[in-house]
């Protein structure tokens, strides 16, 4: 459950990021883009009178006297004042136009010419660097199209505006969308990575080989030797008794009578052999195999409460595997949990 709450979050945070990214920077490049097209279509008259307009109003310069355009005859290069100051405005109506050094100098001599202080480019294209390093030589102030829209924005014909605007929030609305379903995948892939390495890092703990106790270290020969020359002492007859055989003093209650708590490697197997033929021989269990030296897997068809009892009955039997781990596979069709329990511990 936890590895899908942070596959959720993961795509939440990411979605947030690509939607704030699309919103409000891409949004605003797309409108301009599609603005300058917008203006780029317009007759040239029209874009005249709007950055004559605009002028105007946003910068509070005025046509000089006596300098109106024919009507009849197309320009593109107007005279406007602030009082005491002429101005020359070029015109470049045009997505194509590349602006260098030549046509920067020469609106630049054009104004001097003209007795202006300066000039001011204007263009949908886009000015170079070296004609912004000659503009800034020959006073004159660049408009091209990142900073032409936002002045000439508030002056174009209500539908065309509402068109671009419309347009550039459609196509952030199709990026965002985009990225809900990128973010949406990669959640689901980090999710399931995640699960994956949980239940690969649960299987290798399970399948782990407990060490099995080591047997006790038997007497050195020479100290066997010296004990069997000494004479034994005489014992008073109440504490005399008959010594328990040694396999009986390594049972516990329940244990198979003569099964070594340490058997060897051959003897183990055969041990392990027969207890998983006895669990699997009674009612309620299907299989028993052993996956690893310390664990006992029981394939089952009863309920776990039904089947523990039997199965502890027969592992107890056995000193050396009675604290063996069992993993109770679920029953086939039944959605429950593989478990592991231990009849004994150490």
């Known amino acids: 459950m936890f590895s899908w709450i942070l596959a959720l979050l993961l795509a939440l945070i990411v979605w947030l990021l690509a939607a704030g990214y699309f919103w409000l920077i891409k949004r605003r490049r797309t409108e301009t883009q599609l603005g300058l097209n917008a203006l780029a279509g317009m007759h040239w008259r029209d874009f005249s009178e709007i950055v004559r307009r605009a002028m105007r109003e946003r910068r509070g310069l005025q046509d000089v006297p006596g300098e109106a355009d024919d009507s009849r005859e197309p320009r593109s290069d107007f005279l406007m004042h602030d009082g005491p100051n002429r101005w020359l405005l070029s015109c470049k109506h045009g997505r194509a136009y590349r602006i260098g050094t030549a046509a920067v100098n020469e609106l630049g001599a054009a104004a001097r010419l003209a007795g202006a202080k300066g000039g001011i480019l204007i263009t949908e294209g886009t000015v170079q660097r070296d004609g912004r390093a000659a503009a800034e030589k020959q006073s004159v102030e660049v408009l091209d199209g990142p900073l032409l829209w936002p002045l000439l924005k508030p002056y174009l014909p209500g539908d065309m505006e509402a068109r671009v605007e419309t347009g550039a929030r459609h196509e952030a609305i199709r990026r965002i969308s985009i990225a809900a379903l990128g973010s949406l995948a990669l959640g689901l892939v980090v999710g399931m ?146 478990r592991w329990r231990q009849c004994a511990t150490l």
């Open 193 to 338: 990575g995640y699960l994956t390495a949980h239940l690969d890092t649960r299987a290798a703990l399970d399948t782990a080989v407990v060490p099995a106790p080591a047997p006790a270290p038997a007497p050195a020969p020479e100290a066997a030797a010296a004990a069997a020359a000494q004479p034994a002492a005489p014992e008073p007859a109440a504490a005399q008794a008959p010594a328990a055989p040694a396999a009986n003093i390594a049972t516990r209650p329940g244990e198979h009578p003569g099964l070594d708590p340490n058997p060897d490697d051959a003897t183990l197997a055969l041990y392990q052999k027969e207890l998983a033929r006895k669990v699997a021989a009674h009612s309620g269990v299907t299989s028993a195999f052993w996956l690893t030296r310390q664990t006992l897997a029981v394939n089952r068809s009863a309920e776990l409460e039904d089947a523990w009892p039997v199965i502890c009955s027969e592992v107890t039997r056995y000193a050396a595997l009675r604290t063996v781990r069992v993993q109770l596979n679920p029953r086939p069709g039944v959605d429950e949990p593989v």
